[in-house]
Every structure is written in C-alpha cells, then in structure tokens.
C-alpha cells in the first residue's frame, strides 16, 4: 500500500520550529481535551469502524420489492449530509452507466418512475432534503430516506416509503462513513455497479491504519503530515487542488476547514483549473513577488495514482508554474489504488488538518455557532412569511 507523501521532501522532513512546537504541544492529550471539549477527536478514530457499520447496514437492509435498478439516481442533501453522495457519484461516474448525480436545492429535475431520489439527511430536519424527497413521491418517482430520525424519517414513515436509519454521536460532517458507504451498499445491491466486500474492506483497513498514524501529531518524533500542513495553513488561505475524480475531495477539504477549523478555503479541479482560473492565481502571485509582500496563500495539491495520467501530469506542471511566481506549492500523493481508497484517504487526511488546525488556532473543532444561528435565522423567517 503507497503512503502519503509530498513531492517537496525538504518540506516534508523538516518541519517548521512553530510545527514542532505546536504538534509537540497537542501530543499531551490533556492539552487536546482542554479545546477539543465535545471529543471530535473521538469521531476522527470511529471513522473505520462507522465505514464498516454503514455498510454492513446497506446490505443487511431489507430493501422492498419495489425498489428495482433505476435509470437515473438524484441523491438530494446539502452540507455534511451530501458530501458522501458527492463521492459516491464520483465513483459511479467512472463505473456505471446510470447517472448519479447531487442535488443541493428545494427542487427536483423531470422525473419518472425509473428515477430513484435518495433523501439524505442527518438530522432529518434539513428542508432541503426534505422537500424533493416529498415531490419525488408526488411524481410517483422511487424514494428512499437515509437519516438519523426527525421530519425525513416521520414524513417517510407517513407515506409508507422506504427508509433506513442510523445512529451516530457525532456531527453531521463527521458521519461521512454513513455518507459513503451506506447508499453505496444500496446501488451496488441495485445493480448500478459491483463493488466487492473486499475491496470495501481494505479501503476501511487503510482508515483504520491512517486514524492510528496520525492520532496523535508527533510520533517517533516525526511530525505527522496533517499536523504538518495544519502548521502551514495557520494564518494562510489553502488553496486546494484536486486532480480529476479528487476534486471532491478537495471540496471535502474545503467544508472540513470551514467548520472544524473557521478558515474559508478555496476548492478547485483540474484540469478545469488550468483553463481559466489559473491565469488569475499565477498572475495574483506574481503581484506577491513583484510587490515583496508576504504572499497569504498555500497551495495544496492532491494527486494519486489512480488520477488519469494527464491529469496527473497536469499537477506537476501546476506545481512548476505556482514555484516559479513565488507560491509555496504542495504536491501531495495521497495513496490508494482505486478512485475509492484515494478519494477517503483525502478526506481523511483533510479531517485530520482541519482537527489540528483547529487546536493550534484554540478553536473547538465541533462548534459551527454561526450556521446554528443561520439555521435559526432562516427558521424564524420561513415562519413569519
């Protein structure tokens, strides 16, 4: 199995004074607990063992006979609740012909009844899960609800729809292991692709073996990487770069530093990337360079094997162009031998610096106080309308 890496080893083996001294700081667990009140760390080791729990549901779930192969899957969620769904369809984009695709909106596309609308939902209460999951049963589309409880599973239990529930103590976000491999359980047993137990299990095998890794910031004396790029991000904006199918996983990144760490984060693809938006993030650098301003941004590119040659080629000479403007550039190989492994191993790695960022920046990693009261904001004026 290829491990994580990072194509500028003098960066990688020699880690900051401010690196060494805040990963040796939060190597002291009771340091951790004094920030990390609510134990989110908990959740970052349970990763394996949710992933293996969310798929031994997915097959053990007594699917209904009316549940047959769709011809088009729309899985509706937002946040926490979606970012699993963006995998899967990921996934499913190189290995099925059925379309998989994510909606984040009160509405739906066309439907018929070959369509089947996965409603996803942590909480059960998210109205945007909600909502196109009862237009799908008006269009008399196939419907399933994955949720913890609330509105989504009583709204499901009302009109008799297929459903299936989960426990999980810890937040939205951190039940990505349900996200993943619970719906894609359901599909492979629907027959959009096949997916074998054994490679689910060496993908789980890998968490299991990163969690232990990286558990805690300093081992053997070495600083571990997510501690590592945690100590570079502080104080910078992260750009993320993924390389093909990892463009989801860059998003991941993104919404995991949002909300574990309080830092906005800039997700982008190549090659997308390359035909537009590079122009203005070379030229900015330059700007940097030219002007001997401390230049605020860190670039993080992830790559894998499994990317498209091209794309990863690409990488590499995205790389060159950021080095030579004067822009610190990580490329990072994130291991794995399938789109699948690679893809969790990101986002593993993407929790894990969100974590440790949020330590050395004395911020607790499960509060999200300002969406709660965003939540709440909209609540009340949906009401007084």
């Known amino acids: 199995m290829s491990d994580l890496y990072v194509s500028q080893e003098t960066d990688f083996m020699e880690p900051s004074d401010i690196a060494k001294s805040l990963a040796t700081k939060f190597s ?32 053990t779930w007594q699917m209904p006979e009316s549940m047959r192969q769709p011809k088009r899957v729309i899985v509706a969620g937002v946040g926490g609740s979606a970012i699993g769904a963006d995998v899967v369809a990921t996934c499913a984009r190189l290995a099925t012909h059925v379309p998989v695709e994510v909606t984040r909106d009160y509405t739906l596309p066309p439907l018929d009844e070959d369509c089947l609308v996965m409603a996803c939902s942590f909480s059960g209460e998210t109205e945007e899960a909600i909502k196109p999951f009862e237009e799908a049963a008006a269009a008399g589309a196939m419907c399933l609800a994955v949720t913890t409880g609330g509105a989504l599973e009583r709204a499901a239990l009302k009109m008799g729809a297929p459903l299936v529930t989960y426990n999980w103590n810890g937040t939205p976000r951190s039940a990505i292991g349900y996200g993943v491999f619970l719906p894609l359980a359901i599909l492979s047993r629907l027959g959009l692709f096949e997916i074998s137990d054994q490679e689910v299990q060496r993908v789980i095998t890998n968490l299991e073996e990163l969690s232990e890794k990286w558990a805690y910031p300093v081992a053997d004396d070495i600083v571990s990487l997510p501690a590592l790029i945690a100590a570079e991000i502080l104080d910078r904006i992260p750009l993320i770069v993924g390389a093909g199918f990892l463009g989801v996983a860059a998003r991941r990144w993104a919404g995991e530093l949002a909300e574990n760490s309080k830092l906005l984060a800039v997700p982008v693809t190549v090659p997308e990337f390359n035909h537009n938006l590079l122009e203005g993030a070379v030229a900015d650098a330059l700007r940097y360079q030219r002007e001997g301003a401390t230049d605020p941004w860190f670039v993080i590119l992830l790559d894998a094997e499994p990317v498209h040659p091209r794309n990863r080629l690409r990488m590499d000479i995205t790389r060159m162009h950021f080095e030579e403007a004067g822009r610190k550039a990580w490329h990072i190989d994130v291991g794995g031998t399938t789109p699948l492994e690679s893809i969790m191993r990101a986002c593993t790695l993407a929790s894990w610096t969100s974590f440790y960022l949020a330590l050395y920046s004395g911020i607790d990693p499960t509060t999200v106080d300002i969406l709660a009261q965003f939540k709440r904001d909209i609540s009340n004026a949906t009401e007084s309308s």
Do not use: M, P, Y
Request: with cysteine; aromatic share 6%.
């Open 28 to 59: 002291v667990i009771d340091a951790v607990r004094k920030i990390d009140k609510d134990d989110f760390r908990g959740t970052l080791l349970g990763l394996a063992e949710q992933c293996r729990s969310a798929w031994n549901l997915g097959h």
